[in-house]
Structure formats: C-alpha cells, structure tokens
C-alpha cells in the first residue's frame, strides 16, 4: 500500500509532469446529501480528481472477480474519514460501515485494444455513506480528459465509444445511469464487492502480502485481522486455472448476479427469488432442475433454470446471451425484456457465456451432445454490424487519410474555426488549413488517438 507521503509525493509528481491545473490533489468532501444543490457539479469540485490524478486520500484496491462492464475495465478506490470504520467480516459477504466511506470506480477504455498508452477516463462512479444512507453519484468524463461531469438527468445519458483493433473500428452503446439508474443495483448488498471472498488476494503495490493485510495496515479495516487467508472465502476469476471450473462458475455468477439474486438480494418471486450467492449448494433447486417460467424462443420443451447437460434449455445460460438490437436509435438503449443483468450491458460477455457453457455441459456430456435446441443468438464485442451503425455526434467530423473535414451545423454554426490536434499526453500536433473545414494532417504525425478540440467541442478519433 502506498504510504501517505509516498503517495503526496506521488500526485505532486505527476501534476508537474502533465502540467495538470488546480490544487495538489485536493481533499474530498462528504457533502450534505440532503441538499442536491450541494452535489459536485464536476469530479474536480468534489476533491475527488485534479485532472486525471485522484486525491492522495483515495485507497486502491482490486477484487477477484469484477462484474461483467461490456468489457471495460475499472480502478478502485476508496476513501474513509479517519474516525469511520469499516469491521472485518470473515463469514459473511459484506462489512459493517459506519458513515464517512466512500467508494470510487472508474472505468476507463483501451480504445486500441492492447494498448495501455490508448487509455482513457470514461466514467466514474461515487457511492457515499453519510447520515447513515449510502447515495450513488455518477460522472461522464469528458472527451479531452481534463474533469469528469456530474450526470443529473433523470434517465442518464445515452452515448457511444468506439475501440480500434488494427484498422477497423467497433462502436459500442453505452449508458451512464442517473442516480435511480445505479440505485436499481445498489439496494440489497449496497457495497457490491468490497468484501473478504473478493478482497482475498495479494496485493497490488506488494504481492508478497495479502491485500487484506494492507488494507488493515492502510487503517481501511478494523477489527480482528486474520493472518491465514487459506481458510477464508476466495472467489476465484474464470481465468484461474488453478480453480476447479465449479468454482469459477459459481464465482462469476455470485459476482454478477447475487446482487439481487442472493441472500442481500432485492428481488422477490417464484423464479427471479433465485439464491446465486457462491455458498449455495450446487444442487440446490435454485440452481438445477427447477422450471422455468422463461420461455426460450424455438425451444418450448423441456426448459429449466439450469438443464443439466443442456445450456441451450436453461435460461440460466439463454437470458445471459440476450442483448438489445444493436442500432443506435434512442428506444435501443433500454434492455432486451430477456436479458440479463436487466440493465446496463448491451453487450454479452462471451468469456463468461463459454465457461457457463461447459459448466452445464459437463453434468451430463451424453445429454449436451443430443440437445435439440439451436445456440441462441449472441451479441458479442466482435460481431457487431459497425457498418449499419449512424456516428451519433453534433454536426459531423470526420478523419479519413488524414484529412479532417468539417459540415453541418459544426461547420455552419461558427464564423472561425479553431481546431487543435493533441495526443493523449497533451502533445500538441500541427494541422494545416487547406479549405473551408477542411484540414490536413501532417504525414510525419504518428499514427495513434487524438483529441480533437474544434472551438468548444472536443472529438476523439484515431490517425492512421
């Protein structure tokens, strides 16, 4: 764990590398949250971000298995005022908090796949406890990455990204929820991850020592500090071979669906009142042989929870592959009624879907082979028709062979156009104008993300 001062010292290192406005990492302040005129219009306002560093306040933390995000990635942190506490828990799945704890995700987005110098800030996400009630905050980064803005709509905001794999460009949907958006989540086990069986693991600054050691040592938990992490709960990612396939299985479902189908779960009923949490029996009706009230479209036989030996009869399986239409029109951005998660993915995760897959299989490998229901469409990250999707943006702006053409209302609506081309680490490139919107890239620019900033507007695109 980074020590205090190392990390001041840190931040104030890297603001005078990016040359980064403000304040050295200024503090964050748990703000009244009975007054919505108090809320932080901006992550800078908050104290929680000076630029892209995050306050030295913050505590960085990783978990075993992350929820599915349409395969975005996430940096967690977490905050604490120094008379909170947070009790350590070993039998159960979430803590003891008192007020004065907050939480910080921020996704953020390789947009050239396997490209770490390609990253950007996406979106941020605040959970605060205070006056005894846990509130959800959420944040748009904005596209030249200098502050992230605090989404206050009451439907959130619909949007889109696009991510490189050599020369070809894959634009997904996106949602950045509201408050009551990220509420429908966070009721249940308000803290979603934040516990011993996902907190098991070494550390990220040492890996020689546990995480939950240094989280003690950080005076971010209190209570009885365990010293053998064998016996604890570990919830193992899909990717660890060491686990047995049971295991991961049950890892990512308590991960990604025990939320609310588990024992702190928020929903009722025959069906969805489903226990996924991972200290369920396997054998439980919950899990296997129990029917469904799903119907399963061309396959209205035999349909279970879990079928055993067959995934394309278990809606287990079926609702994890379904996914809204993949256009770009505003009614596309609500979920598919069969999906799930219900909300917020548009995307399947087929790492995931693959391992459920054989998980369901190997009950009863003679049954997979004579299942008579057909694989059920999925919508994957590399499958998506990038051709049939319109570019949702103000005006137009387009880059091809390094030439940048402006029209439409971006061109029509401003009598000077100023237009600046940087790099993600605020390097300013030339560009040269050679007609009315229309601007040449100069060939000895490197190939790689830009920011674009044509007057007030910012655009993100890629130079070949």
């Known amino acids: 764990m980074i020590k205090s001062i190392e990390k001041k010292f840190f931040c104030f290192f890297v603001l005078v590398v990016l040359s980064l406005p403000g304040t050295l990492c200024a503090a964050f ?15 800078s306002a908050s104290g929680l971000y000076t630029g892209k560093v995050i306050t030295s306040e913050a505590v960085n933390y990783t978990i075993n298995v992350p929820h599915w995000k349409d395969g975005l990635s996430a940096l967690s942190y977490i905050i604490k005022k120094p008379e909170a506490q947070i009790i350590f828990d070993n039998t159960d799945d979430s803590y003891i908090y008192t007020n004065g704890v907050a939480f910080i995700q921020t996704l953020y987005i390789d947009t050239i796949i396997g490209s770490p110098a390609s990253r950007i800030l996406w979106e941020t996400r ?84 546990n995480q939950i050691t240094s989280l003690f040592s950080a005076n ?62 396997v054998d439980s009706p919950a899990l296997v042989s129990q029917t469904s009230a799903v119907i399963i479209p061309d396959c209205y036989d035999e349909i279970q929870v879990v079928y055993a030996g067959k995934p394309n009869h278990s809606t287990l399986y079926y609702r994890q592959t379904q996914r809204a239409e993949i256009t770009l029109y505003p009614e596309d951005y609500y979920a598919n009624v069969d999906q799930m998660p219900p909300t917020s993915t548009f995307l399947a995760d087929s790492a995931g879907l693959l391992m459920i897959h054989e998980w369901i299989c190997q009950m009863d490998p ?22 049939d999707i319109p570019v949702l943006e103000t005006g137009s702006f387009r880059v091809k062979n390094r030439i940048v053409t402006l029209s439409g209302s971006l061109l029509s609506k401003h009598k000077t156009l100023n237009i600046s081309m940087t790099n993600l680490n605020g390097q300013v490139n030339d560009v040269k104008v050679i007609g009315n919107g229309v601007f040449q890239i100069h060939q000895q620019t490197p190939p790689g993300l830009y920011i674009f900033n044509v007057n007030n507007q910012s655009f993100l695109r890629m130079v070949f």
């Open 126 to 209: 605040l959970l605060m406890k205070k006056d005894s009630v846990w509130l959800t905050f959420n944040y748009k980064w904005r596209v030249d990455q200098t502050d992230a803005d605090f989404i206050n709509e009451l439907e959130g905001v619909d949007t889109l990204f696009s991510v490189w794999d050599g020369n070809k460009r894959q634009q997904h949907k996106w949602r950045f929820d509201d408050r009551l958006g990220c509420d429908i989540c966070h009721q249940g086990r308000m803290v979603q991850g934040f516990f011993t069986a996902q907190l098991n693991r070494s550390s990220i600054d040492n890996p020689a020592i």
């Open 220 to 281: 971010v938990l209190s209570g009885n500090q365990p010293t053998d992490f064998v016996s604890l709960p570990k919830w193992a990612p899909h990717t660890d071979a060491t686990a047995s396939l049971e295991t991961r299985v049950r890892s990512y479902l308590a991960a990604n669906c025990s939320a609310c189908h588990g024992e702190k779960g928020v929903v009722e009923g025959p069906e969805i009142n489903l226990d996924f949490h991972t200290m369920s029996p």
């Open 29 to 43: 302040s748990f703000f009244d949250p009975g007054n919505e005129a108090a809320y932080p219009a901006t992550l």
């Open 366 to 387: 003679a049954a997979c082979a004579a299942q008579g229901c057909a694989d059920p469409d999925i919508i994957y990250p590399d499958n998506l028709p990038v051709s």
